[in-house]
């Protein structure tokens, strides 16, 4: 006799290991006796659309779940859907619980980062007070690494990993015709600078790294950024910047805002987006200083680099969605996985099921005295944090010369 | 006694591989009996100020060989310099000679594209008429593999494999919301489609390729293109379009030019260069169409990526190397290797020094006939051909979490 059905769900921005967290999910309620394992369409918007499978017509065998673990995005698909206060729609909560009892599910995950963690915590209050027995739990999942409570979130380490290896391979790039000249690298982030800070990552013994980092926790001086700059156009030909996409003025706009702004008013067709951060710090370095700048902008595949995930973090990401089954199936409910670390070296973490109210809708920053160097830099705090996060590999199955996917 | 002294050098833009060409010729003429190997600094530029290293000081053990293969941008350092007519200056060929004859140089190898192989050209001519007993050896290096005569160059099969990979990962990445979004994809290549072409190579079982793929070959139409998009828009929720960042209109500007020459008029800097063609085009469906359009710029990664690189490409570019010195050590000069393809499939190709005449400063394009679908996708020959140059993996060689890399 099995423990129950299951229903699990993915939702907000893709990371490269979010799938890895459903793998562990499917794979670990299958073992431990679970009936049904549905798999939500599309997060909790596809399901009040009845739209779901049954995962285990789709994960067949061991390989699928291999290719899985390794396909980037989120292969349920995803959504950015928040529900509304449990007293000012009452009825998409009557909704949801009875297409759950209608499936017979006892067991509901989701995956996801602050906004999804907020279903969780609805739903299970919901739960509590119309006595359901469906147990609710959450899977982190963010490359921006801004949970509260854990110690860091899946896809993290490996948007880390991509970004110190791109950020290796364009400085050793930049060098190359030993001129002037300066780039100016945009990470993602809008908020936290987590993953701006992981430029830092770059430097080793085969590698300076960048020589500024610019993250959005402290407002952004545009006049000292120049200053800065034009510093060290003294001491070296070839120079790249770290910033993230979210740096604001101390007035509180951001500072891709300013070109966006000017947009506005002169193009033709209303609706422009011109460039982002890095474009419009390359232009004024370029009219400062008059020589070449160049905007490189990571862009998306930060989050979809599955070719190159840290070891560590996709087998974290595997181990939070295990945890979570074998947590709500001995009863556990309005939890999140957390990882607690214990050691840097050697890297050691624990996970363990915790609170979901102390966690949803929290946004956690990188702590200000990890910025260092006015601003320009990041402590070896940071770095004996972050280090860990990006080690060792999984190789990608590579068929026909690239990576392999599981698709429908 | 050794078969005497040998200067080797690098030029124009790097690619993931040029730097195992520079291993190939350094290791081959090692082991041919070579007498001191030096390096240029900077290519020609820099051996014209006297920079250049003795590459045995760096390149002390086979472990440093391999590294030096994985290494992006280009050990020692390149120029974009071209040496002036021999009747309008003759004094830098009588200087770059006499800095040779001081350094009892034999074997003079240069790594580079097509203006690279100018100078080849004009140092074998000069040579020959000065009765020089030098040989002058070109290896093959461009990314855009738009050299002449060649079936194909070293630094395009790696390029090619990244634009792939990345495809997938970004195509999986579009369709995670499963709402109506338009990522406009720009690829490097500004005059042959070669490299945006090879975004045609991610269509795969797992997937369904991207939509539509516009080089450079053919006049741009924007209205045609709109037209297009909003065919799609009806038939599919995402849609990823591969463009060159050469795309021109019919009468002959540059797409991204649109923006640029409206930013004159509009920014308070003057110098400011807004977006490229990728930017522009999804700024034009957002206004035409009112719906998510997000351009993605693969900027300098496609040239440096070399933690992905084609195993066959990264070979080819150590043959390459190895067979230049090998013909000149037997007394071939003024030529450059080129690849003669014998089948597809199974793939195999040979080698062999070709006139440097007939490849110097031309400029090899996509085949028009395979340019289909109303110029919006390539032909499956282009498939056949390109495939094979994206084939396996040179692992590399990973330290704390990153590829590590030589370094001085």
Known sequence: MSVGNVIVGQSGGPTSVINSSLAGVFQT???????????????????????????????????????????????????RFKLPDIDDNEAIYSKIFQKLNNLEIKYFFYIGGNDSMDTIKKLSDYGAREGSDIRFMGVPKTIDNDLAETDHTPGYGSAAKFIATSMKEIIKDANVYGNQNIHVVEIMGRNAGWLTASAALAKRE???????????????????????????????????????????????????????????????????????????????????????????????????????????????????????????????????????RVTNNPYQCTTEPYDINKIANIEKKVPLEWIINDGTYVSPEFISYANPLIQAELSPIMVGGLPSHMYN
């Not at 995962?55 to 995803?78: C, F, N, Q």
């Not at 402290?218 to 006049?223: R, V």
């Open 29 to 79: 309620a299958r073992d431990r006796g679970a009936g049904i394992i549905y798999g939500m369409k599309n997060g909790i918007a596809g399901f009040l659309e009845d739209r779901y499978i049954n995962m285990a017509d789709h994960i067949k065998t061991d390989l699928h779940i291999e290719l899985l673990k390794r396909t980037p995005s989120a292969y349920l698909g995803s959504c």
């Open 206 to 340: 085969d590698c300076i790294g960048p020589d500024l980092i610019y993250l959005p926790e402290l407002p952004f001086d545009t006049e000292k950024f120049l200053q800065k700059v034009g510093e060290l156009r003294k001491e070296k030909k070839s120079i790249v910047v770290a910033v993230s996409e979210g740096l604001k003025l101390a007035d509180g706009t951001y500072v891709c805002e300013q070109i966006s702004s000017q947009a506005k008013f002169t193009d033709s067709f209303g609706h422009m987006t011109l460039g982002g951060t890095a474009q419009y710090l390359a232009n004024l370095i370029t009219a400062e200083y008059g020589c070449k700048s160049r905007a490189i902008d990571l862009s998306i595949l930060q989050r979809c680099s599955s070719h190159i995930v840290s070891r560590v973090d996709i087998t974290e990401a595997f181990v939070a969605g295990g945890h979570a089954v074998e947590a709500a199936f001995r009863g556990e409910t309005a939890k999140m996985i957390i990882f607690n």
